[in-house]
């Protein structure tokens, strides 16, 4: 256990019986009331942004979580399976805590998985990928007034919003984050 002062940006906190990370923590004391801390953070399970006021001095419990390098595999059934790159251990996840993640993984590539004693808490996958376009419509000519997108299906089967002047078989570079193309890549 600790108190409020150990309150750091990114420290995985349990808070109502679920594991929260912390984004912003602020120390206030206003006039002449007690000091307290107005901290945000994020729910790691559900996603949800929490936003609470503890008061100084608290205790809090604060959850010890290793973040590792693991190379994705295949996916088997409902969960994926993943490999640590430095001792080769393979280990099962479950699909809904890699979440929408699972649009933009291909076999091969690597993933930050968040751990908490060999219990896996997120997958986090770095912020741009390169993937494939697999299909898509051939653009309209002269549509090139206003920023048309046209939908594209990529080797992983997500489907995104591309500019029209996107072919099959080009290059993408796509934000994990919210699915937005970024641009294409020259290979």
Request: net charge negative; proline share 3%.
């Amino acid at each position: 256990m600790a108190t409020t002062a150990d309150l750091r940006i990114g420290a995985v906190i349990k808070y109502n019986n679920d594991l929260c990370t912390v984004l912003e923590s602020e120390h206030r004391t206003p006039g002449n009331l007690r000091a307290f801390y107005q901290v945000k953070m994020r729910n790691m399970r559900t996603g949800k942004l929490l936003e609470n006021r503890f008061r100084s001095g608290e205790t809090i419990e604060f959850v010890r979580v290793d973040r590792k390098n693991y190379q994705y595999l295949y996916k088997d059934g409902d969960s994926f399976v993943f490999m640590d790159i430095e001792n080769y251990d393979q280990i099962p996840v479950d699909a809904d805590i890699v979440g929408d993640s699972a649009k933009f993984m291909k076999e091969g590539q690597e993933a930050q998985l968040a751990l908490n004693d060999m219990t896996v808490l997120s997958v986090e996958l770095p912020s741009h990928v390169n993937l494939r376009v697999v299909s898509t419509e051939p653009g309209l000519r002269g549509d090139t007034a206003t920023n048309v997108l046209k939908p594209a299906t990529l080797e992983t089967g997500a489907v995104i919003g591309v500019p029209i002047f996107v072919n099959e078989g080009d290059m993408l570079r796509i934000d994990t984050r919210n699915g937005n193309y970024m641009e294409r890549v020259k290979e």
